[in-house]
């Protein structure tokens, strides 16, 4: 395979389809391959997994010549963006099965955030008290479902689409449900640091269901 300026990668694939279609094979001949090392190891991702997110990935890329800057390799950013079409569509197949009322059904279940301090065992009962206590009382069914859903992992795409909503608007319903939730806790005597590091520090093992001990 001949390397390409990225003057001559965006000129060969902006040719009209017959022109341009070497140029187009050798790209998916690229993504494939970088798709292939970033995902080698991953259970159930076979080669006609991959073929299929190469598919996906490489029309994304030439849907996107037009954001190219040229910060780097054509080849490095056409993978870049490759990797991130692929991760998201795994995702998406490992939630597509697992419904919002399966998430949702109880809110006593895990919710993976962090306790203010783990070590504080009073403290952090009352925090989680509060938490359940907030999600019960306090935010609409909409938002409970939609921030639970994205508490315990599941991705935003999947949560929009069983909401039938789009992801801007998904985002604003997931923000509100936050403020309240921050507004409840700190009504509850929790300080803003407290809450920063519930909301924002990754979870060492997800927060115990409600009454946990």
Same mark, same amino acid.
């Given at each position: 395979?001949? +390397?390409?300026?990225?003057?001559?990668?965006?000129?060969?694939?902006?040719?009209?389809?017959?022109?341009?279609?070497?140029?187009?094979? +050798?790209?998916?001949?690229?993504?494939?391959?970088?798709?292939?090392?970033?995902?080698?190891?991953?259970?159930?991702?076979?080669?006609?997994?991959? *073929? *299929?997110?190469?598919?996906?990935?490489?029309?994304?890329?030439?849907?996107?010549?037009?954001?190219?800057?040229?910060?780097?390799?054509?080849?490095?950013?056409?993978?870049?963006?490759?990797?991130?079409?692929?991760?998201? +569509?795994?995702?998406?197949?490992?939630?597509?099965?697992?419904?919002?009322?399966?998430?949702?059904?109880?809110?006593?279940?895990?919710?993976?955030?962090?306790?203010?301090?783990?070590?504080?065992?009073?403290?952090?009962?009352?925090?989680?008290?509060?938490?359940?206590?907030?999600?019960?009382?306090?935010?609409?069914?909409?938002?409970?479902?939609?921030?639970?859903?994205?508490?315990?992992?599941?991705?935003?795409?999947?949560?929009?689409?069983?909401?039938?909503?789009?992801?801007?608007?998904?985002?604003?319903?997931?923000?509100?449900?936050?403020?309240?939730?921050?507004?409840?806790?700190?009504?509850?005597?929790?300080?803003?640091?407290?809450?920063?590091?519930?909301? *924002?520090?990754?979870?060492?093992?997800?927060?115990?269901?409600?009454?946990?001990?």
């Amino acid at each position: 395979m001949s +390397e390409r300026t990225n003057e001559e990668w965006l000129r060969l694939l902006r040719e009209p389809e017959a022109q341009a279609s070497a140029a187009v094979a +050798e790209l998916r001949d690229v993504v494939r391959g970088g798709l292939r090392r970033a995902l080698a190891g991953r259970a159930g991702v076979g080669d006609a997994v991959i *073929d *299929d997110l190469t598919q996906d990935a490489t029309l994304k890329v030439l849907g996107a010549l037009d954001s190219f800057r040229g910060a780097s390799r054509f080849t490095t950013w056409a993978i870049t963006i490759a990797i991130r079409v692929a991760l998201t +569509e795994l995702r998406r197949a490992r939630w597509k099965d697992v419904s919002l009322d399966q998430m949702t059904e109880s809110a006593g279940g895990p919710i993976p955030i962090a306790a203010p301090d783990a070590s504080a065992h009073v403290a952090r009962e009352r925090m989680i008290a509060a938490l359940y206590q907030v999600l019960d009382t306090e935010l609409t069914d909409r938002q409970r479902r939609a921030l639970i859903a994205e508490l315990r992992g599941m991705p935003q795409a999947a949560i929009a689409e069983q909401l039938g909503t789009t992801r801007n608007a998904l985002y604003k319903l997931t923000h509100d449900a936050r403020l309240k939730l921050r507004e409840g806790l700190a009504a509850a005597g929790f300080g803003e640091d407290d809450v920063r590091e519930a909301f *924002d520090t990754p979870s060492q093992g997800g927060m115990p269901s409600r009454g946990a001990p």
